[in-house]
């Protein structure tokens, strides 16, 4: 069964600094995947360049059988392949509603009654707040909003960076259940960049360790959580 | 005795500024130029300035508190009260000829002009978030394209509209490939270095567009057919109504269609923004990165922006070649620009409201208080102000910027600041958690 998602050798520059050496990496439909590393290892230049920006200098990304690798950003984005991108960016002038509909329209969905509700379904919380300006809401509730925003079009895969940025340790959970739930009820596929290592492995079916833009160890969740060097590197301080 | 200190400072760094300014004026004598000293106006200036500043420091320790609490009710009664204005102004202004007041009409069409500047200057700036400094270029686009193609091949004012708005879309697009990757100041530099070079080649061109002489001749609008003269035959609009031509028809006439102008701009904004394509501009103005993730073809988006902005300035230059029936690149400077975007600024980005404000205040505004002044400086007959009374409109500029500067200060954010959101919920009501949860709600 070929993979929904495959990289391989893949490398990316900033200018002249090489951001990712040589990355091989699948995910096959259904599957959560995280990718875990310290801070500079190269995971969001990774979730970039799987949506095409910067661009992958060699290697290859392909897509359900097709090389996307040269791929326009817009057009990569339409293969319903959605990214909630680090930092959550959602638009702050706008309102809860009005972010929700930029997910679906791009996508060229004009019906987002059903998108609005399984959003609402999963996140109750937006649909009090979807009269209100996306920069009023809390952190947690932005980054459920970054969330909605990117199930909006309906994707089968969907890239998450660092969801639990700034949060408050419930409001991780609560961000982490709705991400199982969803995998769980609508077989989504979940590519994870997680700095929270703990949370992360427990939730993903296989996890990739990024050390300096190379992939270092891979292996399922519990493989990984129980590995020796993992537990020095990245849980040290005890877990949350 | 802090306030009475801080005026007293206040008046000194008055006394520094206006002594030269106002203290000192120049007579020529029959020896040549003398030096006159005007001691009395220099001190009503200053005992002005500390006095200002007195009422202004004792209302401050006194309001404070009071002030920020009155706040959100006065944005509220701001938002309220917008919804009057609208219709006020559209009355307002369908009214306004029947004044029949010459002075009034033309006033009317210029701030109409502006006004339609600054609705399509608000898709670019406002709406996208593309700091354009040089939107005279596509006024000046439009203004030429009609001028041309109605001396050169004899087309009328319909025809040549939808023309010189594609031509102005057209310099738009070329505008807005080579800044696509620009953004913030740079894009500013570059869209200002464009308002140039465009007019610079207007002026150079010499073959095609006259140079510095520029256009005569360009033909007035028709209605339906009927040309606007002064012969009164049987083709002409006052032929067929039957009445006696009058100068005051064609200022009337063109008054309309400016009004019209705009308000297409505004409707064709309005809708915009209800769309996808306006909303991907919205976003794209609050985060280009978050766009882009979302599957907005980044590159197509500015340049709609560009172009259809571009359209309506170049609607707008075509309307100015045929009221004026001269053009030349002297109507074109920079100057232009500024003004349209400190009306689409002041007025709030983004607001349609907002910019027909600004464009009342800036453009009539400043016209007003031109009248103002020289009416004020006739009834100062008496002796102590001599030499101030008759050239008191001159300070218009100086009282314009100050009051620009002040209005900045007291909404930071422009006239109308609130955004209005693009999609209005039918019934807002406040949901039980526990009820959406259930899925219902």
Redesign the interface.
Known sequence: MSALLSLTGVTAFYGAIQALRGIDLTVEKGEIVTLIGANGAGKSTLMMTI?G?PRARDGQIVHEGQDITAW???????RRI????EGR???????V??NL???A???GRTDTTDGLDQV??LF??L??R??QRGGTLSGGEQQMLAIG??LM?RPTLLLLDEPSLGLAPLVVRQIFGAIRDLNRTTGLTVLLVEQNAYQALRLAHRGYVLVNGSITMAGTGAELLARPEIRAAYLEGGHT | MTALRDAFLSALVALGLFAPLVGLVTTSGEHGLYLELRPIATAVVVGLVFLGRLIVLSRRSRGRAASLAAKPALAERISKAGKYVTPLLLIAAVALPFTGSRYYIDLGTLVLTYIMLGWGLNIVVGLAGLLDLGYVAFYAVGAYSFALLATNFGLGFWTCLPLAGIFAAFAGVMLGFPVLRLRGDYLAIVTLAFGEIIRVVLINWVSLTNGPNGITGIPRPTLFGLALSMDGGPGTIAGFFNVEPAVIQRIIFLYYVILGLALLTNWVSLRLRRMPLGRAWEALREDEVACRSLGINVRNTKLTAFGIGAIFGGFAGAFFATRQAFISPESFTFIESATVLAIVVLGGLGSQLGVALAAIVMVGGLETLRDFLSFLGDQMNSPLFSGIASELPLYRMLIFGLALVVMMVLRPRGLVSGRTPSVALHKVKDIAPDLVAQGRG
């Open positions: 949506c920006s326009p950003t817009h057009l990569i984005m339409r959605a990214q909630a991108p960016r959602i638009f702050n002038r706008m309102t509603h009005e509909l930029m997910g329209e791009v996508a609402f379904t109750p919380r649909k009090e979807i009269g925003r990117a079009s």
